[in-house]
Antibody, heavy 124, light 111 residues
Framework: QVTLRESGPALVKPTQTLTLTCTFSGFSLSTSGMCVNWIRQPPGKALEWLARIDWDDDKYYSTSLKTRLTISKDTSKNQVVLTMTNMDPVDTATYYC????????????????WGQGTTVTVSS | QSVLTQPPSVSGAPGQRVTISCTGSSSNIGAGYDVHWYQQLPGTAPQLLISGNSNRPSGVPDRFSDSKSGTSASLAITGLRAEDEADYYCQSYDTSLTGYVFGTGTKVTVL
């Protein structure tokens, strides 16, 4: 069974750096074509893709947020970490991680498994 | 900020058919990239409903179907049921943005 679980602080202050961890099981991020993505959803708003890290350590970022994001992986721990700098109240959202397979030859086959999400509030 | 445009809401009576459009551009849907559809039930994480090329994950009923033409795609729900009340999102890849893009989301209400 494939599962993903997000973890991180529920509250961060403006200008602080957010660090989120996605811990997964049931698959290996060293398998060719596998990747893990971060997506967020502000309250009452649409989903927004943030970043992706591939089995071969290639990384991709949202163009609007790329200066603030860093994604990394620890294959031995089955974890993917996202950091977002200079947090602002507009970054208040539920943050999800999700898997995509088949990215070795293109964008892949859709986000087939999602974590339950972790809610982050940015407030002083 | 969403690159793909969906109607904010659609509604229908039980048993009816509803469709949700997803309008993109030549850099995403029009470029031939697959469109995927997600269902988000209230208070839960999104779930993959239909993957590109009309692939439904195990457990998704065939009441859900998709289509694509030019720079647009659509999701159809036939035999609408109360449990279909949810938010629905389309998603594709954008070559100009070199990343994934989501639709604005559509709330389906069963009357």
């Amino acid at each position: 069974q494939v599962t993903l679980r997000e973890s991180g602080p529920a509250l961060v202050k403006p200008t602080q750096t957010l660090t989120l961890t996605c811990t997964f099981s049931g698959f290996s991020l060293s398998t060719s074509g596998m990747c893990v993505n971060w997506i967020r959803q502000p309250p009452g708003k649409a989903l927004e893709w943030l970043a992706r890290i591939d089995w071969d350590d290639d990384k991709y970022y949202s163009t609007s947020l790329k200066t603030r994001l860093t994604i990394s992986k620890d294959t031995s721990k089955n974890q993917v970490v996202l950091t977002m700098t200079n947090m602002d109240p507009v970054d208040t959202a539920t943050y999800y991680c999700a898997r995509i397979r088949g990215v070795s030859s293109g964008p892949g086959s859709g986000m087939d498994v999602w974590g339950q999400g972790t809610t982050v509030t940015v407030s002083s | 900020q969403s690159v793909l445009t969906q109607p904010p809401s659609v509604s229908g009576a039980p048993g009816q058919r509803v469709t949700i459009s997803c309008t993109g551009s030549s850099s995403n849907i029009g470029a031939g990239y697959d469109v995927h559809w997600y269902q988000q039930l209230p208070g839960t994480a999104p779930q993959l409903l239909i993957s590109g090329n009309s692939n439904r994950p195990s457990g998704v009923p065939d009441r859900f179907s998709d289509s694509k033409s030019g720079t647009s795609a659509s999701l159809a729900i036939t035999g609408l049921r109360a449990e279909d009340e949810a938010d629905y999102y389309c998603q594709s890849y954008d070559t100009s943005l070199t990343g994934y893009v989501f639709g604005t989301g559509t709330k389906v209400t069963v009357l």
